[in-house]
């Protein structure tokens, strides 16, 4: 399984971002896909994620300002990040999970600065 993320950049504080993953490869039955983050000196840490059948779930920092939405058709992930602040800054995975392995993609970095 290939994960192939893109979207990140340098915004300003309360801009957004949208970032895409799309997965290639072995895929046969897929329980979910999401993202993860990592800023610097902090551990990775579940931004969204979100299953086949469309449950979700975010940690609470972005609720209300991020969406994780999926088109199973292409097995694509997406994170619409609106109002986003300088905490958001850190590099974010793409995670695949399937038939209990994960997955995951190379990271794109997110910076939030004005």
């Known amino acids: 399984v290939q994960l192939q993320a893109s979207g990140g950049g340098l915004v300003q504080p309360g801009g957004s971002l949208r970032l895409s993953c799309a997965a290639s490869g072995s895929i046969f039955r897929i329980n979910r896909m999401g993202w993860y983050r990592q800023a610097p000196g902090k551990q990775r840490e579940l931004v969204a994620r979100?299953?086949?059948?469309?449950?979700?779930n975010y940690t609470d920092s972005v609720k209300g300002r991020f969406d994780i939405s999926r088109d199973n058709a292409k097995n694509t992930v997406y994170l619409q990040m609106n109002s986003l602040k300088p905490e958001d800054t850190a590099v974010y995975y793409c995670?695949?999970?399937?038939?209990?392995?994960?997955?995951w993609g190379q990271g794109t970095q997110v910076t939030v600065s004005s």
């Open positions: 995670n695949l999970a399937q038939d209990g392995y994960d997955f």
């Open positions: 979100i299953t086949t059948g469309g449950n979700t």
